[in-house]
């Protein structure tokens, strides 16, 4: 049977230099095929990365149990094992106060204070990742997702394959969702997601389609107050924008992208018989859209 297992660190009590112990771990059972694992990161850094390790879940931290508050719940669900970890770390300065230091300009000290959290690559993950403050890294090369949801706060988040090797299944939605903070996709060819949702509140996100998708990709953006930057693919790949704006807005077209109707936009790639085309649907209150050309 699959567990939860806590670690208490042994040595040091000061955190800048413990040593790094594993926190949790959720082992394997044959009756899971599958897992839902909701992780909220309410503050600090937290880092996520495969594994060849068959558990479920593994995270490592520099921090002792004491210095963080935690809840943990699982069960089976059917097949699917459903894990639900929420993380927070302590801090002097409540977290209202910290986002209105983050809105006005008045930097954090940075913490040094993290948690490393390794998921297997042989069992397929259906993630809802939430972060509030701080900073998130999530690699996804090679792990099986079959649907992902990411929304932050005002946290910095970044994603990306780094060892260039793709999702193994085809992902059904890739959401991702940004309040104050930052969102940065890297290769999102490699999701191999049908749909991709992108919510914009305030803050700022970047989406790079560099390169061709491997599967057909449909876009469905939101922008209120934020800002929004598209990083096209090679000029070959068809690509067609359909942009609903208001007076209060900006949109920065790529040279690109030509007008074919009201407020469509196509790329000479492009045509009504397109299959393989990447297509955008988007919607823009306040903020601003940007459409960058892929630098050859």
Known sequence: MWRLIALAFVGSSVAVNAQIKKQFSVENSSQCAQVYLKLSAKTGNCFIRPSQNQDLLNIYSNQNLEEYTHSFSNEMQGTTCAVQLSLEQDSKRGVSQQISYKMFGREEVPSDKFWKVYLTETTPYTLDLDYGLGNANIDLSGLTVQKLRINTASADVNINYSTGVQNKVDMDTF????????????????????????????????????????????????????????????????????????????????????????????????????????????????????????LN
């Not at 290769?187 to 560099?210: E, I, T, Y």
């Not at 090679?234 to 109707?261: F, M, R």
């Open 175 to 294: 959401f991702v969702k940004v309040d104050m903070g930052s969102l940065n996709v890297r290769q999102l060819n490699l999701a191999r997601s049908k749909v991709v949702v992108a919510d914009v509140g305030f803050g700022n996100m970047f989406l790079d389609f560099s390169s061709r998708p491997t599967v057909n990709n449909r876009v469905i953006g939101s922008v209120g107050a934020g800002n929004l930057v598209i990083q096209l693919p090679d000029a070959e790949v068809p690509v067609v924008v359909t942009i609903t704006d208001s007076w209060l807005c900006s949109t920065n077209l790529s040279k690109s992208l030509n007008k074919i109707g009201p407020n469509k936009y196509a790329n000479a790639a492009y045509t009504k018989n397109s299959k393989d085309a990447l297509v955008f649907d988007l919607n823009v209150s306040m903020g601003k859209i940007v459409f960058r050309e892929k």
